[in-house]
């Protein structure tokens, strides 16, 4: 038997879950609305909160879980990559939890813990699966050998896709955050509107830079001629927005199937949230003969669920850190 206290904050989200023997017992979220104010997460506010946040939440999650502090067995904790303030909080709290209760301490990958988060239900993959891994920061295509082995096998060469979605909302002044913004519009509009250029990159890697610029100059060009162009245009913006991006990943997804010849495929990320991308992955699963996971709707978005089950299966492995880690703003995969 183990239970595993996991802290994640690696960017406005503080959040804290408990895993009991494998199952997720709690999992305490405290969203940071402030940042609404700025149109984007400010590093020095996020860091700042989480500090207000995270003892409320360790004793909210402590209270779901019907547990001690003294019943913890270990303690686990996002290390990065992400905002270092926003680390710095959960990993100084995670240390002095250990320290003062005389726990090991596991150390989790964010990303890492993204693509186990597939493991929180009921339905799991089987080793190996391909997860298309797609943040605001990362845009991955991950082999998946074991929990505790991973190999990327492409990435974006510039932006995110998640920063696309964004900088794109921004562009077309909807409130932040702007990717579920445009996933809601979308609905409502002609995704085979307007088309924007899709970039060529060889083999399995992403490029998201030149379509924004795309996007953008497409945009200048006619609001020219027409100032309320995006206001009368706005769903049908949305939506083509939407398909080129969600397509421009899912091309990419079959590459990497057909030339692993791997049929068990899953997303993960805050964008696995988007309804186009699990809409579009279900479809081409069913002409290519896939199996599917996507992961709960809470479980895309950052949360300690997924620090939780990581850190239950480095405890298992034996993969402890010591007090003499540190935060890593751009940790390693």
């Known amino acids: 038997m183990s239970i595993i206290l996991a802290i994640e904050s690696s960017c406005d989200e503080t959040s804290v879950s408990i895993c009991n023997n494998g199952k997720i017992t709690a999992n305490v979220i405290a969203n940071q609305t402030i940042h609404q104010n700025y149109g984007g997460v400010i590093p020095e506010l996020a860091s700042r909160v989480h500090q207000q946040n995270i003892v409320p939440a360790v004793e909210q999650a402590l209270s779901d879980s019907k547990v001690n502090k003294k019943?913890?067995?270990?303690?686990?904790?996002?290390?990065?990559?992400?905002?270092?303030?926003?680390?710095?909080?959960?990993?100084?709290?995670?240390?002095?939890?250990?320290?003062?209760?005389?726990?090991?301490?596991?150390?989790?990958?964010?990303m890492h813990a993204h693509?186990?988060?597939?493991f929180i239900g009921e339905k799991n993959p089987t080793?190996?699966?391909?997860?298309?891994?797609?943040?605001?920061?990362?845009?991955?295509?991950?082999?998946?050998?074991?929990?505790?082995?991973?190999?990327?096998i492409g990435e974006t060469i510039d932006d995110?896709?998640?920063?696309?979605?964004?900088?794109?909302?921004?562009?077309?002044?909807?409130?932040?955050?702007?990717g579920p913004m445009i996933d809601k519009f979308a609905k409502e509009g002609d995704l085979l509107k307007f088309k924007f250029a899709v970039p060529k990159i060889d083999g399995l890697n992403f490029s998201f830079s030149g379509f924004k610029t795309s996007i953008l100059y497409f945009l200048k060009s006619e609001i020219a001629k027409n100032p309320n162009f995006i206001t009368e245009n706005l769903?049908?913006?949305?939506?083509?927005?939407?398909?080129?991006i969600v397509n421009i990943l899912l091309n990419k997804l079959k590459k990497a199937a057909d030339q692993y010849n791997i049929k068990e495929i899953a997303i993960a990320g805050g964008v696995s949230a988007n309804s186009g991308l699990r809409d579009g992955l279900n479809s081409m699963a069913a002409v290519e003969g896939w199996e599917v996971?996507?992961?709960?709707?809470?479980?895309?978005?950052?949360?300690?669920?997924?620090?939780?089950?990581?850190g239950y299966y480095k405890y298992l492995a034996g993969d402890f850190v010591d007090q003499t880690i540190t935060p890593a703003a751009r940790m390693e995969f």
């Not at 686990?76 to 680390?87: C, E, I, N, W, Y």
Request: proline share 5%; glycine share 6%; with cysteine.
């Open 235 to 244: 769903n049908d913006l949305c939506a083509s927005v939407q398909h080129n």
């Open 160 to 178: 995110a896709a998640g920063e696309a979605f964004d900088k794109t909302a921004k562009i077309l002044d909807l409130p932040y955050p702007g």
């Open 127 to 152: 080793f190996p699966f391909i997860c298309l891994t797609v943040s605001g920061g990362h845009t991955q295509l991950v082999l998946v050998k074991d929990f505790n082995s991973m190999e990327i």
């Open 115 to 118: 693509i186990l988060a597939h």
């Open 71 to 110: 019943d913890i067995d270990a303690v686990a904790f996002t290390r990065g990559p992400g905002l270092l303030g926003s680390l710095l909080v959960g990993v100084s709290f995670a240390k002095a939890f250990a320290l003062a209760q005389d726990l090991p301490l596991i150390a989790v990958n964010h």
């Open 293 to 310: 996971y996507i992961p709960a709707f809470e479980h895309c978005t950052d949360n300690a669920a997924m620090v939780a089950i990581t």
